[in-house]
């Protein structure tokens, strides 16, 4: 990607916290909001599909663990 472009996705509403809080809240929201996640996509998905509901859960916080630190938190963790 282009710089100009990789700037445009950072938001003015981010903040860039340090790479250990990064870590701290991924692990809170895996924590507090992992089961409502994975609840919420078994009902889409059906729970044929539990399996790949945590597997998607598990993906976008991995995502999380490499992207808010150089792009910046969203203003709404757990909606992200």
């Known amino acids: 990607m282009r710089l100009e472009v ?7 509403k981010t903040i860039v916290p340090e790479p250990d809080g990064v ?3 991924v692990e809170h ?7 409502k996640m994975v609840a919420i996509l078994t009902r889409i998905f059906g729970i044929e599909h539990l399996n790949l509901a945590e597997d998607v859960v598990q993906e976008a916080l ?3 663990l490499q992207t ?10 757990s909606a992200w």
């Open 29 to 35: 929201l895996f924590r507090h909001e992992g089961a």
């Open 6 to 12: 990789m700037a445009k996705m950072v938001s003015a």
């Open 62 to 64: 991995a995502r999380a």
């Open 68 to 77: 808010w630190p150089f792009y910046g938190v969203p203003k709404n963790p």
């Open 23 to 25: 870590s701290q809240l």
